[in-house]
């Protein structure tokens, strides 16, 4: 990795530093003091705050969610109902298909380093324009996710991507960055 002398940092009532990106765990700068490199570690824990909001209506969801510490910033693409094959699963059948969508976004965030708890903000979509088939695709996706209920937005579509597909999920998720991770 080259250096980059034109990321400065300034400093209240200290002289300015030319910052290194000096990147041994993603997480490491250094500083050029008097001609020679000061590095510091710059590990800080990472933390999720759901956030209910006063005057708003009492929801089974939070409002927002705020990510404090240094993290990487995960965002799937939507979870679809599809078997490994890539055939659509339960056809005609809401529960089952949120089923599979939740199994299928829990995989995609695994393979990114995270996990449902991870998880910030999600949208799902239903194929329907009718409110008990939201509800049903919701009451899974909200099962999966237990105790650790993040903002979502539930939205009714006209339709969605591949044949007799109903539901789909995706998620922005938020891990803390570590050199054990990659």
Not at 77 to 89: F, K, N, R, S
Not at 153 to 162: I, S
Request: glycine share 8%; aromatic share 6%; net charge negative.
């Amino acid at each position: 990795m080259g250096v980059n002398f034109s990321d400065v940092l300034h400093w209240p009532n200290h002289r300015t530093l030319r910052q290194i990106p000096f990147r041994t765990c993603g997480n490491t700068w250094c500083s050029v003091v008097a001609g020679a490199p000061v590095c510091e570690d710059l590990h800080v824990e990472t933390s999720v705050e759901l956030i209910t909001a006063p005057g708003l209506a009492t929801a089974p969801y939070p409002y927002a969610a705020v990510v404090r510490g240094a993290s990487n910033i995960i965002f799937t693409a939507g979870a679809c109902p599809l078997d490994e094959d890539g055939h659509t699963v339960a056809v005609g059948d809401f529960a089952g298909q949120a089923e599979q969508v939740m199994v299928n976004l829990k995989a995609a965030l695994l393979a990114a380093g995270a996990d449902l708890t991870d998880v910030v903000k999600t949208t799902v979509c239903v194929a329907s324009a009718t409110r008990d088939d939201l509800v049903t695709a919701w009451d899974v996706v909200h099962r999966y996710f237990g105790d650790h209920q993040v903002p979502s937005t539930l939205l009714g579509v006209a339709t969605l991507g591949y044949p007799d597909q109903l539901v789909e999920v995706d998620a922005v998720a938020v891990r803390r960055s570590s050199c054990s991770r990659r």
